[in-house]
């Protein structure tokens, strides 16, 4: 092993669970099995998950044999972790659906003709009551309320399902199963990888190395990247629209974007956090220069400047997209609220042209001031038409959501 192997895939990283343990494992001078677990419990591999994502990218371009676990099964217990209450359960179906979705989008960072693919259905379904009755054996209550958002919970008088408990359970499983000698997580992940390690033990394995990476902040620059806050960036998003959301991320968070999202490095890291901090470095130019490395990752060489330049043609030269699609929308979306009185309701119609996935998505853009009409602002969910019937005087209108979604309305759909 290299010194710069070992550099090389800790970078970054938030904590490593022994200390001094991935360079043991790394000395065996064999390839090492490195675990990533992912519930499918959303439909789009954001930059947060291609952290850790890529992290593991990292141990296979060193040999390494890239493990990934789809958590088919413990998607429909629910991860607990970081949460400040019971989370609603998610149906088999619903979790298929996610996980075939999910699936078609892990190459963008992984090579997956190198990877071993399992689901955590294989060897948790099959488990019996005496099973289960014997994992639960392995730990305390007392060991649960260690965990920072059960012991919070506990203290506020929230409940705290038995079926909580047993997630940590559940995915130290999978590290028995699939004998893994490393496993990865987001920092928010540490006390479920830490149990892997007690049930390796208890299942006479040799216990895993634990390697979190930090959480990401969203586009809000406050809360973790997710796609139900509607603040995240899609790995499988298409350029444009990649460098736009970019753009939006606040000035503090530029220097930890280039870290986890870009191969600039942690040299070139060091370099620019002191340079924004000193004055140096210009926030609006490394921004840029971050958005247009995260671009190019996910979409070729050259592909960010194109991206920029079409981001300055919209935004700085004032000018709409050179194509933007013509859409004929259900006239569902308008309401006769009197005779011969039409009302569009712009949730609907937002996304009825493509630019929002639902109506309450749409609501929450109208409220941040996310949504234009041929470049003005629009802050009414229904608009009455001055010329019905509809589309009235909206014929011909061109539509924007954030800053690189455009549709033109050109007709309704009886």
Known sequence: MAPDDLTLLTTGAAEIVPDGGLADKLSLGRPLRVKLGLDPTAPAITLGWAVVLRKLRAFQDQGHTAVLIVGDFTARVGDPSGKSETRPRLSKEEVDGYAERLLAQFGAVLDMG???????????????????????????????????????????????????FLYPLLQGYDSVAVQADVELGGSDQLFNLLVGRDLQRAHAQEPQVALTMPLLEGLDGVQKMSQSLGNYVGVTDDADEMFGKL?????????????????????????????????????????????????DLYHGEAAGEQAEASFDQVHRDRELPDEIADMDVPVSVFSETEPGVFVVHVPALLEALGLVESRSEGRRLIVQGGVRMDGDQQHQEDVRLASPPPPGELRGSVWQVGRRRFARLTGVLH
């Open 247 to 295: 753009m939006s991320v606040p000035d503090g968070l530029i220097a930890k974007y280039e870290l986890l999202c870009t191969a600039l490095g942690p040299e070139d890291h060091v370099r620019v956090a002191a340079g924004l901090v000193d004055g140096s470095i210009h926030p609006n130019a490394e921004k840029r220069r971050m958005a247009r490395s995260v671009v």
């Open 114 to 164: 190198r990877v071993e693919l399992r689901r955590n259905s294989e060897w948790l379904e099959p488990l019996g009551l005496e099973d289960i009755l014997r994992l639960s054996a392995f730990t305390t209550v007392a060991r649960m309320l260690e965990r920072d958002d059960f012991a919070a919970r506990f203290a506020a008088g929230r409940s705290i399902s038995l079926m909580e």
